[in-house]
């Protein structure tokens, strides 16, 4: 989301500029390739480009390429062979292994279905949702392009006004959190990069000491949503997180009143106050979210459950599964800038399915497979 989010910013300072734009759309990658189907990059007539295509391989001749959809004001697809290192079109020795198609749409400003407006239904609300950008891989066939977004049953936008008879597939894509790519049946030439996307992470924050502050300027990097809360006002300013989006001074007891919990929220419990973090633990765990890191050894969480027990409450295997304590991936970080590395990393691993183990030891692909029908 944070790719699409900076196009969108990107798009409505062209248009207020009077620049034109279009928008590149890895639609299909067949072998390796640095980036996935879904991939997206804004480019406006003077060359200023937003996201990214590949690793800055194909950036340069996809400029290039852009430039020709905006003047001709056309929708077109490139295929880069990246195995090839003889490729004169390129002219660069890529050894991806891997055939790259890309789509090239061109953003008329005056249509109140281009592919922005489209993109910018995923800000409305967070939850997950599904856009669909159909193209062919015909020669000089004409490119449909982004067409249609989706977003829970009773929710369909198409924007394009045609039918593609995928509402199945768009649905089985929301139940498997899975992007496929698909043949359409009606045009034969035709294909579907149905995409799933969800909301960025929003991480919530208990407390505001000095280590908080490398883990707010990693976790901006990334695009997450930041919200930070504790009792110490003097800590809890705009000054010290200039890049967190809210900063409450909250007591324990209130800590989730300003909190919507959903699929992506994220919990992190590191005041250095015993006594506030067990209280926030001890809201945290009678509600449906997924992740709790908590900072500290283990003898710290040991000593929290049994005061939670004392309490009456105890903490069942369900709710254990969700509290990561002592929080981090075991990198032998030290420094508060490698624990919030350590932090981060252990949280993206977990929101995607990962242990966060060496890449060296991964036997299949590195990236989440597109399924291909």
Known sequence: MKEISEILKSYTQARTSGKKTALATVVKVEGSSYRQP???????EDGILTGAISGGCLEGDALRKALLSINQ?????????????DDAEIGLQLGCNGIVHILFEYIDYEAANNPIQLLRQLELERKEAVVVTVFSLKRNASQTGTSLFYRNDSQ????????????????EVLQTKTSIVKKLQEKNEDEALIEYIKPAISLVIAGAGNDIQPLVKIVAVLGWKITIQEGRAMHTTKKR?????????????????NIVIDDQTYFLLMTHNYKYDLAVLKALVQTNCHYIGILGPKSKFDRMLDDLLMEGIAV??????????PVGLDIGAETAEEIALSIISEIKAFESERTGTSLKFKTGKIHTEIHYD
Not at 38 to 44: C, F, K, N, S
Not at 158 to 168: A, E, I, K, S
């Open 38 to 44: 879904g991939a997206r990059m804004l480019v406006t």
């Open 316 to 325: 069942n295997e369900g709710q254990l599964k969700k509290i990561h304590s």
């Open 156 to 171: 369909i936008l198409n924007l394009r006004n045609d039918d593609f008879g995928l509402l199945q597939d768009i649905k």
């Open 241 to 257: 997180f200039p890049k967190a989006d809210n900063i409450f001074t909250v007591k324990p007891e209130e800590f989730l009143e």
């Open 73 to 85: 004001q056309q929708n077109k697809l490139v295929t880069y062979n990246t195995s090839n290192e």
